[in-house]
């Protein structure tokens, strides 16, 4: 026989998940907690068969009026995809829970990977998943097709770092990342921080996304997060500032020790004085471009330290996740979120966990114009695995009350906010 039971707490679900290989945080206790509100209700589900457990699923249920509503399964369900029974009987307990609490559909995404991809975006496939499409879809879920970009609730493509290599890290990244890494920057503090910097972070996330025109969460959600999964040691935020009179201080020593070397040039040493003009017009225009610098930073506050990069990680299982992260306007020149990057990943090697996933990329490798093929070939050069999700199943149980939830609501949404607008 097979039942379906809801649990008040969700270890059950974490343990069985973490036996199949499933490790996202959208499925973990903690998250639930920071998704819970009065318009969000979490179930946590074990399917069970005989009292064996099968399946299971944290589940969101959205409520709208009617006493409707609609299901999410984060990166769910959570099953043995070898075992085809499994997977159809946790399927049909799953849809008759959602019809039972009137859901309009139950929508899921879940933690499989498809395949991996090479330097040319090519699949280098991971799991056959045509059996397990059939599956779903003999049960009723639609598949919602292989987007590309951020079409779905969560991202199809991602980067995920191998961590636990017997080598630096700084080794396995591309050489420009190597190169610059290298270098000394003394005036750079990048370090990982509290929540006094919560204020801070809001605003970098706040002008990243008046940069790349996205929407950005309040302050409220932003430190909801970070208080919910701080205390359970699941979340940290780093940053990355700008001191601006230790910056002034290298750029001045810079400037005299090139003054210097072009001082001590001596054109009787040099039998050919080609090669003596060439090195005074090499050192000529390295000093002229410390000289630009100073002068372009010279409105700066001398005593300000201002903050350039931040991002808030979630740490779960053996895994640490790049969560939100936001930049300065300006000083692109710093490579702050390089820095930052960075550290993120050094810190969760040294306390041992074994991945760091970048959270999102689009699948168009080989797109430019793509708004975000910038920030896909950023998270590219870290040459960590190029790595393709599945995506989205929908079911719907209720298809009138779902037709006028998903078609009609944003259309008519669209036409108040016009008028409000006029």
């Known amino acids: 026989m097979v039942e379906i039971i809801e649990l008040n707490q969700y270890d059950e679900i974490e343990t069985f998940a973490r036996s199949l290989g499933f490790q996202s945080f959208l499925q973990s206790e903690g998250w639930a907690k920071v998704k819970a509100s009065s318009k969000l209700k979490i179930h946590g589900l074990l399917v069970q068969r005989d ?35 499994d997977m159809e009987d946790t399927l049909i307990a799953i849809k008759k829970f959602v019809k039972k609490k009137r859901g309009m559909f139950v929508t899921m995404d879940p933690e499989i990977v498809m395949n991996h991809l090479d330097d040319q975006g090519h699949p280098i496939p991971i799991r056959d998943v045509s059996a397990i499409l059939e599956v779903f879809e003999r049960h009723g879920f639609v598949h919602r097709g292989f987007n590309k970009n951020f079409e779905a609730l ?13 080598v630096s ?90 003054e210097a070397k072009k001082a001590s040039v001596d054109p009787s040493k040099y039998k050919n004085m080609s090669k003596y003009t060439n090195r005074v017009a090499e050192l000529d225009a390295q000093l002229n471009k410390v000289i630009q610098l100073i002068d372009s930073y010279a409105h700066l506050d001398k005593g300000s330290i201002i903050p350039l990069s931040s991002i808030m990680t979630l740490r779960y299982a053996d895994t640490v996740w790049t969560l939100h992260g936001g930049n300065h306007d300006d000083f692109k020149e710093f490579n702050a979120a390089l820095h930052l990057y960075h550290k993120i990943f050094e810190d969760a090697k040294a306390d041992g966990y074994h991945y760091a996933d970048l959270f999102g990329t689009t699948g168009e490798w080989d797109n430019p114009d793509n708004p975000v093929y910038g920030i896909y070939l950023f998270k590219k050069r870290f040459q960590g695995d190029y790595v393709e999700y599945i995506g989205e199943f929908t079911y719907t149980s209720q298809r009138v009350f779902s037709f006028m939830y998903r078609k009609v609501l944003p259309v008519a949404t669209k036409i108040i906010r016009k008028l409000k607008k006029s």
């Open 51 to 85: 009292g064996v457990t099968i399946g299971a699923t944290l589940l969101h249920q959205r409520m709208f009026p009617l006493n409707l509503s609609h299901f999410y399964a984060p990166r769910g369900c959570i099953v043995n995809l070898d075992n085809v029974k």
């Open 154 to 166: 969560n991202p199809r493509y991602t980067f995920i770092l191998n961590l636990n290599q017997n």
């Open 169 to 258: 890290l700084l080794d396995t990244y591309h050489p420009t990342y190597r190169k610059l890494l290298r270098r000394e920057a003394p005036y750079l503090e990048v370090s990982k921080t509290d929540e006094r910097d919560l204020d801070a972070f809001v605003s970098l996330m706040e002008a990243t996304a008046r940069r790349e025109h996205f929407f950005s969460s309040g302050r409220g959600h932003y430190k909801h997060i970070y208080d919910t999964l701080h205390q359970r040691k699941m979340c940290d935020l780093y940053m990355v500032h700008l001191h601006v009179e230790k910056l002034f201080k290298s750029l001045e020593y810079q400037k005299m020790e090139l």
